[in-house]
């Protein structure tokens, strides 16, 4: 079967920070079959100077090493949607203030929704804002330069009413005799906000500023600056602690602004609950490993009474013999059925359910084993075959390859649904790389360099890298259908950490990689 892109199931791939990098999937269930599933295999090429193997690096370990969330995709508005529309968390918020039908655990959820919505707005606009910098710089297209002016400007605006009608809720709304956690989540819920319009302007400043210092380019900078100076000067006025000072380490800063994004993100988060399905068959299998051992040691019991006497030296003989064969058929039998239940089975087992409700939406399962290289699926190792010093070094130079496999199956007709159809979700692996550097050497040399012109010998700087590939394969089923994607991507690492990402595409030559991101 020829892999072919999957539009279900859009990935995006990178480096977390030195020691981790990140896989975000984005699924969207087409919504035809009741039942949908797709599966993440990441097959991991290890040199085998980094000694990682399965007694150096078992599965708990690799377990440990790995997180998964599971959420919601953000719900798509623009800006100008979230002022008029009705599906809108600011206009049903305001239409409850009016009516004062809603909850107060609704009206929180309505207000971390809105800033959702919002971040993920301002996110589309400063990511525009990036693309049209970068299409500047290559060639000064004028009607770009009044795309840009009138995109941002109209974003600028909206953001002002948004805040505006959003404080002006909550002043509205305090009177009503909530209780003070309420009252503390919204007052949050706006500090997060204000932080976001700093937040994604500031960035969008940050990627004007490549271009040149005149015209509307610099006008546009500063009505951008004074929204971030509008919006720090209104922390600063309430006496919030989430204020950058150009001279302190920002540490309160930061801390207090992860923490509101987890805190308003919180809702789109599904939680996953252990199952211990392998554990049950592990068992049943093992109690058949018992029975069989038992059936043989009795055999041999009966077999003995009618041949010798009890009393006698070769009936006793026979006993222990047939107690250590069954000992050690027992055992035998156990490895190869947790052998078994380690190719079929999935090592891990959980339930993915929504928080609010309580509903069981699907499943998560999650298998790790070491490969020999010649198992690896012909299509993924062919991914790698341009390269001549893989092509080259394969059977002389031994390398360990890590597969994790993830499959998830999702119930369609329990995923909330808009007029769009069913909403999506967006699944995030993260793996920790810090079990890889521990046998690596030095990350920097000094090489001996001899000047042809005066033939003096000195000394140059030498960066010492290892290079871990990645191939990933994606895989839908629904409506009948199996599509498949691949790609390929290599880590350059040294002892400190990740150096940077390669994407190595299919039709390129990995000498002229494309860099993804740099955590460097």
């Known amino acids: 079967m020829s892999p072919t892109p999957s539009p279900l199931l859009q990935n995006r791939l990178e480096v977390h920070d030195r020691k981790q990098f990140e896989l975000k999937l984005e699924y969207q269930p087409s919504g035809a079959d009741d039942e949908t599933r797709y599966v993440v295999e990441t097959y991991l090429f290890l040199p085998s100077s980094l000694n990682i193997d399965a007694e150096t690096y078992p599965r708990a370990s690799f377990y440990g090493d790995i997180h998964n969330y599971v959420r919601f995709k953000t719900p798509v508005m623009s800006l100008e949607e979230v002022l008029i529309s009705g599906r809108s968390p600011l206009m049903r918020l305001e239409a409850a203030l009016r009516s004062g039908l809603m909850g107060e655990r609704d009206l929180v959820y309505q207000a971390k929704l809105l800033s959702c919505v919002f971040r993920g707005a301002l996110r589309r606009f400063a990511r525009d804002v990036e693309e049209h910098c970068e299409g500047l710089g290559r060639a000064a297209a004028e009607g770009g330069c009044a795309r840009l002016e009138c995109d941002a400007r109209a974003a600028r605006a909206s953001v002002r009413q948004i805040l505006e009608r959003f404080r002006a809720w909550v002043r509205g709304v305090n009177p ?126 009966i077999w003995a009474q009618g041949r010798y006497t009890q009393a006698s030296l070769n009936f006793f003989l026979i006993m222990i013999v047939g107690y250590m064969m069954k000992d050690r058929i027992k055992e035998g039998m156990r490895r190869i059925f947790s052998q078994v239940a380690a190719r079929h089975l999935y090592d891990r087992t959980a339930r993915i359910v929504e928080p609010v409700t309580g509903r069981c939406l699907g499943s998560c399962q999650e298998k790790v084993d ?151």
Request: aromatic share 10%.
């Open 370 to 520: 070491y490969w020999r290289p010649a198992r690896v699926p012909a299509e993924v190792a062919a991914l790698r075959s341009r390269d001549d010093l893989i092509t080259a070094s394969q059977g002389e130079l031994s390398e360990t390859v890590l597969r994790y496999q993830k499959q998830v199956v999702l119930d369609v007709d329990l995923l909330p649904r808009n007029e769009r159809g069913v909403e999506g979700i967006t699944d995030i692996i993260r793996i920790n790389v810090g079990r890889f550097l521990h046998d690596m050497d030095e990350p920097e040399y000094a090489l001996e360099y001899v000047d042809l012109e005066d033939f003096s010998v000195g000394r140059v700087r030498g960066a010492k890298s290892y290079q871990v590939d990645l191939a990933f394969r994606f895989i839908v089923q629904e409506s009948g259908q199996e599509r498949v994607s691949l790609h390929l991507v290599r880590l350059v690492l040294d002892r400190n950490g990740i150096k940077r990402m390669l994407r190595l595409y299919p039709e390129q030559q990995p000498p002229r990689p494309e860099p993804v991101r740099s955590a460097a």
């Open 176 to 301: 009503h005799g909530l209780k003070e956690k309420t009252r503390a989540s919204l007052r949050l819920v706006d500090e997060y906000l204000s932080l976001t319009v700093e937040q994604f302007f500031r960035k969008a400043v940050a990627d004007m500023a490549e271009q040149p210092r005149a015209g509307f380019s610099f006008e546009l900078r500063k009505e951008l600056m004074d929204e971030v100076v509008r919006e720090e000067k209104y922390r600063r006025d309430n006496q919030l602690r989430s204020v950058i000072s150009p001279t302190g380490d920002n540490e309160e800063y930061l801390h207090r602004f992860g923490f509101l994004k987890k805190f308003c993100m919180n809702i789109l988060f599904l939680s996953a609950r252990r199952d211990q399905k392998r554990q049950g068959w592990e068992e049943v299998l093992f109690a058949l490993a018992a029975g069989v051992a038992m059936a043989f040691a009795s055999a041999v019991a």
